[in-house]
């Protein structure tokens, strides 16, 4: 899977991640849009190292798409725990 996949399974996992987390965030959308961004590819990364899925065929692997909403969840998760105290 391509770095631009990993991006556009980011940008989805973000948008599941504030579904699932709803709230307001410092920086509106586009901050929480890359956070979601970072938190796909991190998860994408993890899907591929912990999982073993191959990174041509894992976009439609459900363990990328569970790891990636995931890493958006906790990189959303820090954000807020960190802009909180601002």
């Known amino acids: 899977m391509g770095i631009l996949a990993w991006i556009l399974l980011g940008l989805l996992a973000g948008i599941i991640a504030k579904w699932l987390m709803p709230g307001k965030d410092p920086g509106g959308i586009i901050v929480t849009t890359?956070?979601?961004?970072?938190?796909?590819?991190?998860?994408?990364?993890?899907?591929?190292?912990?999982?073993?899925?191959?990174?041509?065929?894992?976009?439609?692997?459900?363990s990328t798409w569970i790891a990636a909403i995931v890493g958006a969840l906790i990189l959303l998760a820090v954000y807020r725990l960190f802009t909180r105290h601002r």
Do not use: N, Q
């Open 34 to 62: 890359l956070i979601g961004i970072a938190g796909g590819l991190l998860g994408g990364w993890l899907g591929k190292v912990i999982f073993g899925v191959d990174s041509v065929d894992g976009f439609f692997e459900l």
